[in-house]
C-alpha cells in the first residue's frame, strides 16, 4: 500500500527554466517518492534552460523532459513549502506553509560552465532540505 509523502515542496523562479528546474530534479532523485515535488514560475519560459539540461546530465540527472510551468495559487496552497529564487512578490503567501527563499545566480544566458557552481549550490540546499523535512514532527 503507497504511503503519503513526508511533505510538498514547490520550488519558483520566474522562468522555471532553470534554478527551479534543478532544484526539483535534486529533490526527486534524492527523496525518491517520501518528498512530493513541484516547480513553477511566475513568468514561465518556452524551455527548460539547456545549459541546466547539461548541468544536470553530468550528475546523472536527466530534466530535458521537464517543461516550464506557470505559478498558481493551488500550486501554493497544496505545497508544504514554498522555495522561491528571485520570483520576489509574484509568490502568493498562504499561512501554515513554510517559505524559504534561496538567493542563487541566474542560469539564463549562462553556459554549462557557469551553470555548474549554481547547480552544487542548489544540490547542497536540497540536502540539507531533506534533512529538515526527514526531522519535522508537525506533518
Known amino acids: 500500500m503507497p504511503t503519503e509523502p513526508a511533505a510538498s515542496v514547490l520550488f519558483v523562479c520566474v522562468h522555471n527554466a532553470g534554478r527551479s528546474q534543478m532544484a526539483a ?3 526527486s532523485h534524492l527523496a525518491g517518492d517520501r518528498i512530493e515535488v513541484r516547480s513553477a514560475g511566475s513568468l514561465p519560459a518556452e524551455q527548460v534552460n539547456p545549459a541546466a539540461v547539461e548541468a544536470m546530465k553530468e550528475v546523472g540527472i536527466d530534466i530535458s523532459d521537464q517543461t516550464p510551468k506557470v505559478l498558481t495559487t493551488e500550486a501554493v496552497e497544496a505545497s508544504d513549502y514554498v522555495i522561491t529564487m528571485g520570483c520576489g512578490d509574484a509568490c502568493p503567501i498562504f499561512p501554515g506553509k513554510k517559505y524559504l527563499d534561496w538567493a542563487l545566480e541566474d542560469p539564463a544566458g549562462k ?4 551553470v555548474r557552481p549554481i547547480r552544487d549550490e ?3 540546499r536540497v540536502e540539507a532540505l531533506i534533512a529538515e523535512i526527514d526531522t519535522r514532527e508537525d506533518i
Open 25 to 27: 530534479g535534486f529533490l
Open 111 to 114: 553556459g554549462v560552465e557557469a
Open 122 to 124: 542548489i544540490k547542497t
